[in-house]
Protein backbone atom coordinates (compact mmCIF):
# COMPACT_ATOMS: atom_id res chain seq x y z
CA UNK A 1 0.00 0.00 0.00
CA UNK A 2 1.52 3.43 -0.72
CA UNK A 3 2.85 5.90 1.68
CA UNK A 4 0.06 8.45 2.76
CA UNK A 5 0.78 11.75 3.93
CA UNK A 6 0.18 10.59 7.69
CA UNK A 7 3.85 8.06 7.01
CA UNK A 8 5.63 10.87 6.16
CA UNK A 9 4.66 13.30 8.90
CA UNK A 10 2.81 11.28 12.09
CA UNK A 11 -0.44 12.80 13.12
CA UNK A 12 0.12 13.70 17.33
CA UNK A 13 -1.62 11.20 19.22
CA UNK A 14 -4.15 12.09 21.19
CA UNK A 15 -7.71 11.28 22.87
CA UNK A 16 -10.82 13.45 22.04
CA UNK A 17 -13.10 13.57 25.15
CA UNK A 18 -16.32 14.36 22.86
CA UNK A 19 -16.08 10.85 20.77
CA UNK A 20 -16.35 8.86 24.27
CA UNK A 21 -19.52 6.54 24.00
CA UNK A 22 -20.49 7.48 27.67
CA UNK A 23 -20.71 11.19 26.69
CA UNK A 24 -23.19 10.31 23.15
CA UNK A 25 -24.96 7.73 25.34
CA UNK A 26 -26.04 10.79 27.56
CA UNK A 27 -26.74 13.23 25.07
CA UNK A 28 -29.49 10.07 23.69
CA UNK A 29 -30.89 10.08 26.73
CA UNK A 30 -31.69 13.89 26.73
CA UNK A 31 -33.93 13.09 23.55
CA UNK A 32 -35.84 9.87 25.28
CA UNK A 33 -33.26 7.60 23.35
CA UNK A 34 -31.70 4.24 24.91
CA UNK A 35 -28.74 3.74 24.29
CA UNK A 36 -26.02 0.78 23.97
CA UNK A 37 -24.11 -0.37 27.34
CA UNK A 38 -20.90 1.50 27.14
CA UNK A 39 -19.50 -1.30 29.08
CA UNK A 40 -20.56 -4.22 26.71
CA UNK A 41 -20.27 -2.31 23.27
CA UNK A 42 -19.15 -2.75 19.86
CA UNK A 43 -16.99 0.52 18.89
CA UNK A 44 -15.78 1.44 15.53
CA UNK A 45 -13.38 4.12 14.40
CA UNK A 46 -13.19 5.32 10.98
CA UNK A 47 -9.65 6.61 9.91
CA UNK A 48 -8.54 6.99 13.93
CA UNK A 49 -4.76 7.11 12.83
CA UNK A 50 -2.86 5.32 15.30
CA UNK A 51 -5.81 4.44 17.63
CA UNK A 52 -4.76 5.69 20.83
CA UNK A 53 -8.76 7.32 20.78
CA UNK A 54 -10.28 3.84 21.64
CA UNK A 55 -7.36 2.18 22.75
CA UNK A 56 -7.39 4.50 25.88
CA UNK A 57 -11.06 3.73 26.00
CA UNK A 58 -10.60 -0.21 25.74
CA UNK A 59 -8.16 0.23 28.85
CA UNK A 60 -11.52 1.60 31.20
CA UNK A 61 -14.24 -1.12 29.32
CA UNK A 62 -12.37 -4.34 28.81
CA UNK A 63 -15.86 -6.07 28.35
CA UNK A 64 -16.74 -4.20 25.09
CA UNK A 65 -14.31 -4.55 21.88
CA UNK A 66 -12.76 -1.71 19.98
CA UNK A 67 -11.81 -1.73 16.33
CA UNK A 68 -10.04 1.31 14.51
CA UNK A 69 -8.80 0.85 10.68
CA UNK A 70 -6.73 3.42 8.93
CA UNK A 71 -4.89 3.86 5.38
CA UNK A 72 -1.56 4.66 7.57
CA UNK A 73 0.88 1.68 8.05
CA UNK A 74 3.03 3.75 9.92
CA UNK A 75 0.10 5.56 12.13
CA UNK A 76 -1.40 1.57 12.60
CA UNK A 77 1.75 0.28 13.83
CA UNK A 78 2.62 2.31 16.30
CA UNK A 79 -0.71 1.73 17.78
CA UNK A 80 0.07 -1.32 17.71
CA UNK A 81 3.10 -1.33 19.72
CA UNK A 82 1.10 0.41 22.52
CA UNK A 83 -1.98 -2.47 22.77
CA UNK A 84 0.85 -5.05 22.81
CA UNK A 85 2.59 -2.83 25.61
CA UNK A 86 -0.45 -2.72 27.79
CA UNK A 87 -1.70 -6.47 27.20
CA UNK A 88 -4.67 -5.34 25.81
CA UNK A 89 -7.44 -7.89 23.73
CA UNK A 90 -10.07 -5.38 23.14
CA UNK A 91 -8.68 -3.58 20.42
CA UNK A 92 -8.92 -4.25 16.95
CA UNK A 93 -6.22 -2.09 14.99
CA UNK A 94 -5.64 -2.93 11.53
CA UNK A 95 -4.73 -0.80 8.03
CA UNK A 96 -7.54 -0.28 5.85
CA UNK A 97 -9.11 1.58 3.05
CA UNK A 98 -12.31 3.69 3.86
CA UNK A 99 -13.33 2.90 -0.34
CA UNK A 100 -13.03 -0.71 0.07
CA UNK A 101 -14.56 -0.90 3.97
CA UNK A 102 -17.72 0.83 2.63
CA UNK A 103 -18.79 -2.15 0.59
CA UNK A 104 -17.19 -4.96 2.88
CA UNK A 105 -17.01 -4.20 6.63
CA UNK A 106 -19.33 -5.99 8.65
CA UNK A 107 -21.29 -4.73 11.64
CA UNK A 108 -23.12 -3.97 13.30
CA UNK A 109 -21.25 -1.61 15.86
CA UNK A 110 -23.03 0.03 18.39
CA UNK A 111 -21.14 3.49 18.11
CA UNK A 112 -19.30 4.61 15.05
CA UNK A 113 -16.38 8.09 15.20
CA UNK A 114 -15.17 9.83 12.40
CA UNK A 115 -13.33 11.79 14.07
CA UNK A 116 -10.84 14.37 11.37
CA UNK A 117 -11.74 12.57 8.84
CA UNK A 118 -15.26 13.64 6.90
CA UNK A 119 -14.08 17.17 5.51
CA UNK A 120 -10.21 15.82 4.72
CA UNK A 121 -10.72 13.51 1.96
CA UNK A 122 -11.88 13.96 -1.62
CA UNK A 123 -15.53 13.83 -2.74
CA UNK A 124 -16.03 10.01 -2.92
CA UNK A 125 -14.57 8.99 0.07
CA UNK A 126 -16.30 11.63 2.22
CA UNK A 127 -19.47 9.72 0.77
CA UNK A 128 -18.16 5.99 1.43
CA UNK A 129 -17.61 7.42 5.06
CA UNK A 130 -21.29 7.99 5.55
CA UNK A 131 -22.47 4.64 3.87
CA UNK A 132 -19.66 2.95 5.80
CA UNK A 133 -22.08 4.31 9.41
CA UNK A 134 -25.47 3.67 7.02
CA UNK A 135 -23.64 0.02 6.51
CA UNK A 136 -22.88 -1.06 10.02
CA UNK A 137 -24.22 0.99 12.81
CA UNK A 138 -26.39 -0.72 15.31
CA UNK A 139 -30.38 -0.35 15.21
CA UNK A 140 -29.93 1.71 18.65
CA UNK A 141 -26.21 2.86 18.04
CA UNK A 142 -24.99 6.31 17.85
CA UNK A 143 -22.57 7.78 15.03
CA UNK A 144 -20.10 10.89 15.75
CA UNK A 145 -19.18 12.92 12.71
CA UNK A 146 -16.76 15.64 13.04
CA UNK A 147 -16.00 18.25 10.21
CA UNK A 148 -14.96 21.94 9.25
CA UNK A 149 -18.25 24.11 9.08
CA UNK A 150 -19.74 26.75 6.90
CA UNK A 151 -19.99 29.61 6.39
CA UNK A 152 -17.26 29.89 9.03
CA UNK A 153 -14.66 27.45 6.81
CA UNK A 154 -14.59 30.33 4.21
CA UNK A 155 -13.06 32.61 6.89
CA UNK A 156 -10.21 30.13 7.40
CA UNK A 157 -10.24 29.34 3.67
CA UNK A 158 -8.84 32.74 3.30
CA UNK A 159 -5.82 32.44 5.40
CA UNK A 160 -5.60 29.15 4.04
CA UNK A 161 -5.27 30.59 0.12
CA UNK A 162 -3.18 33.23 2.09
CA UNK A 163 -0.45 30.37 3.34
CA UNK A 164 -0.75 28.21 -0.08
CA UNK A 165 0.56 31.44 -1.94
CA UNK A 166 3.61 31.95 -0.10
CA UNK A 167 4.18 28.36 -0.22
CA UNK A 168 4.89 27.80 -3.43
CA UNK A 169 7.71 26.14 -4.80
CA UNK A 170 8.00 24.60 -0.85
CA UNK A 171 7.72 21.11 -1.22
CA UNK A 172 10.05 19.41 2.14
CA UNK A 173 7.13 19.18 4.92
CA UNK A 174 9.32 20.79 7.29
CA UNK A 175 10.27 24.05 4.83
CA UNK A 176 6.34 24.44 4.46
CA UNK A 177 5.59 24.39 8.11
CA UNK A 178 8.12 26.76 9.08
CA UNK A 179 7.21 29.42 6.20
CA UNK A 180 3.22 28.88 7.17
CA UNK A 181 4.23 29.87 10.53
CA UNK A 182 6.19 32.86 9.62
CA UNK A 183 2.84 33.95 7.34
CA UNK A 184 0.75 33.26 9.44
CA UNK A 185 3.02 34.69 12.44
CA UNK A 186 3.00 38.47 10.41
CA UNK A 187 -0.62 38.49 8.98
CA UNK A 188 -1.91 37.81 12.71
CA UNK A 189 -0.25 41.07 13.74
CA UNK A 190 -2.44 43.76 13.89
CA UNK A 191 -1.79 46.79 12.23
CA UNK A 192 -3.31 50.32 13.05
CA UNK A 193 -6.00 51.83 12.34
CA UNK A 194 -6.82 48.59 9.69
CA UNK A 195 -10.31 47.92 8.56
CA UNK A 196 -12.92 45.91 10.86
CA UNK A 197 -12.82 42.73 8.64
CA UNK A 198 -9.24 42.91 8.27
CA UNK A 199 -8.63 42.57 12.02
CA UNK A 200 -11.45 40.29 12.02
CA UNK A 201 -9.92 38.19 9.88
CA UNK A 202 -6.16 38.48 11.89
CA UNK A 203 -8.39 36.72 14.84
CA UNK A 204 -9.40 33.95 12.42
CA UNK A 205 -5.43 33.11 11.92
CA UNK A 206 -4.43 33.73 15.51
CA UNK A 207 -5.73 30.06 16.45
CA UNK A 208 -3.71 28.35 13.97
CA UNK A 209 -0.73 29.60 15.49
CA UNK A 210 -1.35 27.83 18.07
CA UNK A 211 -1.84 24.33 16.52
CA UNK A 212 0.83 21.70 17.23
CA UNK A 213 3.16 21.38 13.92
CA UNK A 214 1.73 18.44 12.86
CA UNK A 215 -2.07 19.46 13.25
CA UNK A 216 -1.52 22.52 11.06
CA UNK A 217 0.71 20.91 8.62
CA UNK A 218 -2.09 17.96 7.92
CA UNK A 219 -5.65 19.88 8.99
CA UNK A 220 -4.61 23.50 7.42
CA UNK A 221 -1.96 22.71 4.77
CA UNK A 222 -3.99 19.51 4.01
CA UNK A 223 -4.02 18.80 0.08
CA UNK A 224 -7.64 17.84 0.59
CA UNK A 225 -10.04 20.36 2.78
CA UNK A 226 -13.05 20.72 2.30
CA UNK A 227 -15.24 22.30 4.79
CA UNK A 228 -19.35 21.08 5.20
CA UNK A 229 -22.70 22.65 5.51
CA UNK A 230 -24.43 20.87 8.08
CA UNK A 231 -27.54 20.97 6.15
CA UNK A 232 -25.37 18.63 3.56
CA UNK A 233 -24.24 16.16 6.15
CA UNK A 234 -27.59 15.38 7.13
CA UNK A 235 -28.95 15.06 3.77
CA UNK A 236 -26.06 12.73 3.12
CA UNK A 237 -26.67 11.09 6.30
CA UNK A 238 -30.67 10.74 5.71
CA UNK A 239 -29.34 9.14 2.30
CA UNK A 240 -28.02 6.52 3.79
CA UNK A 241 -30.66 5.82 6.39
CA UNK A 242 -29.69 7.81 9.05
CA UNK A 243 -30.94 11.42 11.23
CA UNK A 244 -29.80 14.18 13.03
CA UNK A 245 -29.92 13.49 16.69
CA UNK A 246 -27.65 16.37 17.96
CA UNK A 247 -24.12 17.82 17.94
CA UNK A 248 -21.70 16.90 20.61
CA UNK A 249 -20.25 19.98 21.99
CA UNK A 250 -22.81 20.95 24.91
CA UNK A 251 -22.62 24.75 23.64
CA UNK A 252 -24.37 23.54 20.65
CA UNK A 253 -27.00 21.23 22.40
CA UNK A 254 -29.97 23.72 21.70
CA UNK A 255 -29.38 22.80 18.13
CA UNK A 256 -30.92 19.14 18.35
CA UNK A 257 -33.44 20.36 21.17
CA UNK A 258 -34.93 23.59 19.98
CA UNK A 259 -37.93 23.10 22.57
CA UNK A 260 -40.26 22.79 19.63
CA UNK A 261 -42.30 19.78 18.78
CA UNK A 262 -41.16 20.51 14.79
CA UNK A 263 -40.34 17.75 12.68
CA UNK A 264 -36.70 16.77 12.25
CA UNK A 265 -36.68 18.62 8.77
CA UNK A 266 -37.77 21.78 10.82
CA UNK A 267 -34.99 21.09 12.94
CA UNK A 268 -32.10 20.91 10.61
CA UNK A 269 -33.40 24.41 9.22
CA UNK A 270 -33.43 26.30 12.31
CA UNK A 271 -30.23 24.72 13.55
CA UNK A 272 -28.40 25.60 9.96
CA UNK A 273 -29.81 29.00 10.26
CA UNK A 274 -28.61 29.43 13.72
CA UNK A 275 -24.86 28.19 11.92
CA UNK A 276 -25.30 31.33 9.37
CA UNK A 277 -25.98 33.64 12.49
CA UNK A 278 -23.01 32.65 14.26
CA UNK A 279 -20.68 31.76 11.20
CA UNK A 280 -19.81 27.81 12.76
CA UNK A 281 -16.67 26.33 11.85
CA UNK A 282 -16.59 23.12 13.59
CA UNK A 283 -19.04 20.41 13.78
CA UNK A 284 -19.43 17.06 15.88
CA UNK A 285 -22.71 15.72 14.29
CA UNK A 286 -24.67 12.43 16.13
CA UNK A 287 -26.37 10.43 13.77
CA UNK A 288 -29.00 7.71 14.71
CA UNK A 289 -31.22 5.29 12.52
CA UNK A 290 -33.96 6.68 10.83
CA UNK A 291 -37.70 6.40 12.76
CA UNK A 292 -35.90 6.67 16.63
CA UNK A 293 -37.82 9.93 16.72
CA UNK A 294 -35.80 11.78 19.32
CA UNK A 295 -37.77 14.25 21.86
CA UNK A 296 -36.76 17.99 21.01
CA UNK A 297 -37.59 19.35 24.13
CA UNK A 298 -36.16 18.56 27.78
CA UNK A 299 -37.76 16.38 29.88
CA UNK A 300 -36.14 16.79 33.22
CA UNK A 301 -36.56 13.22 34.51
CA UNK A 302 -34.41 11.62 31.75
CA UNK A 303 -31.33 13.25 33.54
CA UNK A 304 -32.49 11.13 36.44
CA UNK A 305 -30.10 7.89 35.40
CA UNK A 306 -26.90 9.66 34.67
CA UNK A 307 -24.05 11.32 36.34
CA UNK A 308 -22.60 14.70 36.36
CA UNK A 309 -18.86 15.72 37.14
CA UNK A 310 -18.08 19.41 37.37
CA UNK A 311 -14.72 21.27 37.55
CA UNK A 312 -16.07 24.16 39.12
CA UNK A 313 -14.60 26.29 41.75
CA UNK A 314 -17.19 28.46 44.28
CA UNK A 315 -15.94 31.44 44.97
CA UNK A 316 -18.39 32.77 47.84
CA UNK A 317 -21.79 31.89 48.87
CA UNK A 318 -23.87 31.76 45.45
CA UNK A 319 -20.49 32.23 43.51
CA UNK A 320 -18.47 30.34 40.97
CA UNK A 321 -15.97 30.19 38.66
CA UNK A 322 -15.14 27.71 35.85
CA UNK A 323 -11.97 28.72 33.57
CA UNK A 324 -12.16 32.68 33.33
CA UNK A 325 -15.76 33.06 33.88
CA UNK A 326 -18.04 33.37 36.81
CA UNK A 327 -21.82 32.53 37.54
CA UNK A 328 -24.60 32.74 40.23
CA UNK A 329 -26.55 30.47 41.21
CA UNK A 330 -29.45 31.73 43.85
CA UNK A 331 -30.27 28.14 45.46
CA UNK A 332 -28.44 27.82 48.21
CA UNK A 333 -28.83 23.97 48.54
CA UNK A 334 -27.98 23.63 45.00
CA UNK A 335 -25.26 25.70 45.06
CA UNK A 336 -23.85 23.77 48.15
CA UNK A 337 -24.43 20.54 46.21
CA UNK A 338 -22.68 21.83 42.77
CA UNK A 339 -19.46 22.93 45.43
CA UNK A 340 -19.96 18.91 46.66
CA UNK A 341 -19.70 17.90 43.18
CA UNK A 342 -16.73 19.85 41.94
CA UNK A 343 -14.56 19.19 45.31
CA UNK A 344 -14.94 14.91 44.10
CA UNK A 345 -13.09 15.71 40.49
CA UNK A 346 -13.25 13.60 37.79
CA UNK A 347 -15.37 11.17 40.06
CA UNK A 348 -18.91 11.41 39.31
CA UNK A 349 -21.86 11.87 41.11
CA UNK A 350 -25.66 10.28 40.41
CA UNK A 351 -27.64 13.41 39.13
CA UNK A 352 -30.28 13.03 41.73
CA UNK A 353 -27.61 13.69 44.63
CA UNK A 354 -27.07 16.90 42.53
CA UNK A 355 -30.11 18.11 41.04
CA UNK A 356 -33.54 16.47 42.63
CA UNK A 357 -36.42 18.47 41.69
CA UNK A 358 -37.49 19.13 38.04
CA UNK A 359 -36.26 22.84 38.25
CA UNK A 360 -32.91 21.76 39.47
CA UNK A 361 -32.83 19.22 36.99
CA UNK A 362 -32.97 21.84 34.41
CA UNK A 363 -30.25 24.12 35.84
CA UNK A 364 -28.03 21.36 35.84
CA UNK A 365 -28.91 21.01 32.06
CA UNK A 366 -28.22 24.75 31.39
CA UNK A 367 -24.57 24.45 33.13
CA UNK A 368 -24.24 21.03 30.89
CA UNK A 369 -25.05 23.59 28.38
CA UNK A 370 -22.69 26.36 29.39
CA UNK A 371 -19.94 23.77 30.14
CA UNK A 372 -19.93 24.53 33.58
CA UNK A 373 -21.31 20.66 34.16
CA UNK A 374 -20.17 17.19 32.64
CA UNK A 375 -23.07 14.58 31.81
CA UNK A 376 -21.96 10.89 31.82
CA UNK A 377 -23.87 7.84 30.83
CA UNK A 378 -21.93 5.82 33.58
CA UNK A 379 -20.20 6.33 37.01
CA UNK A 380 -16.16 6.79 36.24
CA UNK A 381 -14.30 3.84 34.99
CA UNK A 382 -11.71 2.31 37.48
CA UNK A 383 -12.25 2.16 41.12
CA UNK A 384 -12.53 5.08 43.77
CA UNK A 385 -10.27 3.31 46.28
CA UNK A 386 -7.14 1.48 46.00
CA UNK A 387 -7.55 -2.27 46.53
CA UNK A 388 -4.94 -4.92 48.21
CA UNK A 389 -3.15 -5.11 45.28
CA UNK A 390 -3.57 -1.37 43.86
CA UNK A 391 -3.45 -1.50 39.78
CA UNK A 392 -2.95 1.48 37.15
CA UNK A 393 -4.74 1.17 33.98
CA UNK A 394 -2.26 -0.66 31.54
CA UNK A 395 -2.52 1.97 28.78
CA UNK A 396 -1.07 4.12 31.11
CA UNK A 397 1.62 2.51 32.70
CA UNK A 398 2.51 1.51 28.81
CA UNK A 399 2.75 4.77 28.24
CA UNK A 400 5.17 5.97 31.20
CA UNK A 401 6.99 2.80 30.09
CA UNK A 402 7.43 4.48 27.00
CA UNK A 403 8.66 7.56 28.19
CA UNK A 404 5.48 9.72 27.92
CA UNK A 405 4.20 12.38 30.08
CA UNK A 406 0.92 13.10 28.87
CA UNK A 407 -1.16 10.41 30.33
CA UNK A 408 -4.85 8.60 29.67
CA UNK A 409 -6.99 8.58 32.24
CA UNK A 410 -10.27 6.49 32.85
CA UNK A 411 -12.39 8.87 32.25
CA UNK A 412 -10.60 10.21 28.59
CA UNK A 413 -9.12 13.17 29.26
CA UNK A 414 -5.19 13.86 29.49
CA UNK A 415 -3.24 14.21 32.29
CA UNK A 416 0.40 15.97 31.89
CA UNK A 417 2.99 14.43 34.36
CA UNK A 418 5.86 16.99 34.26
CA UNK A 419 7.87 15.57 37.43
CA UNK A 420 9.13 12.30 37.66
CA UNK A 421 7.38 11.18 41.44
CA UNK A 422 4.22 10.58 39.81
CA UNK A 423 5.39 8.71 36.66
CA UNK A 424 7.43 6.45 39.26
CA UNK A 425 4.41 5.41 41.70
CA UNK A 426 2.01 4.69 38.68
CA UNK A 427 4.22 2.38 37.18
CA UNK A 428 4.87 0.16 40.42
CA UNK A 429 1.11 -0.18 40.22
CA UNK A 430 0.93 -3.61 37.79
CA UNK A 431 -1.38 -5.23 40.75
CA UNK A 432 1.91 -7.76 42.03
CA UNK A 433 2.56 -5.93 44.75
CA UNK A 434 0.67 -5.49 48.21
CA UNK A 435 0.82 -2.71 50.19
CA UNK A 436 3.77 -3.87 52.82
CA UNK A 437 5.51 -4.70 49.26
CA UNK A 438 4.63 -1.05 47.53
CA UNK A 439 5.89 0.93 50.25
CA UNK A 440 9.33 -1.04 50.18
CA UNK A 441 9.77 -0.33 46.44
CA UNK A 442 8.70 3.31 46.86
CA UNK A 443 10.85 3.70 49.32
CA UNK A 444 13.82 2.43 47.27
CA UNK A 445 12.85 4.39 43.99
CA UNK A 446 14.08 7.45 45.16
CA UNK A 447 10.53 9.57 45.78
CA UNK A 448 9.36 7.64 48.36
CA UNK A 449 10.43 11.17 50.33
CA UNK A 450 7.39 12.74 48.54
CA UNK A 451 4.71 11.36 49.75
CA UNK A 452 3.49 8.52 51.69
CA UNK A 453 1.95 5.66 49.75
CA UNK A 454 -1.56 5.48 51.09
CA UNK A 455 -1.65 9.94 50.07
CA UNK A 456 -0.36 8.89 46.38
CA UNK A 457 -3.27 5.68 46.01
CA UNK A 458 -5.80 8.35 47.22
CA UNK A 459 -4.38 11.26 44.40
CA UNK A 460 -4.12 8.81 41.61
CA UNK A 461 -7.62 7.24 42.61
CA UNK A 462 -8.90 10.66 42.27
CA UNK A 463 -7.20 11.24 38.90
CA UNK A 464 -8.75 7.90 37.14
CA UNK A 465 -5.60 5.52 36.94
CA UNK A 466 -7.22 3.29 38.93
CA UNK A 467 -8.51 -0.45 37.94
CA UNK A 468 -7.74 -2.44 41.19
Known sequence: MAA?????????ATIFPATHPG??????RFHGLDAPAIETARVLEIGGGDGVNIIAMAAAYPRAQFHNFDLSSAAIARGDALIRAAGLTNVVNRVGDIMVAADTLEGPFDYVIAHGVYAWVPPPVRAAVMRIVGRVLAPDGIAFISYNALPGGHLRQVIRD???????????AAARLKRAYEVLEDFARPRPDERTVVAAMRDVARPMLRQHPETLFHDELSGEWH?????????????????????????????????????????????????????????QTLLVREG?????????????SLFASSQAVRI?????????DEFTIADTVFADRLAALAARWPQRLPVGDVADTADRQEALFRLFAAEVVGLHATPLPGVATAGPRPQASPVVRAQIAAGHRNLFSLDHNVVTMPVDGPL?????????????RLATDWAASGHGHEIDVDSALQQMAAAGFLVA
Request: no cysteine; charged share 25%; net charge negative.
Open 162 to 172: LMFHHLQGIDD
Open 292 to 304: RRPARRLDPAQLS
Open 23 to 28: RLAAIA
Open 4 to 12: TSYDVVAYP
Open 227 to 283: PQLFSDVVAAANAEGLAFLNDASPVLVYDGMPGSDDDDAAVVRLAQTTDFGSLAFFH
Open 424 to 436: AFLALLDGSRDRD
Open 316 to 324: GPDRFKIKD
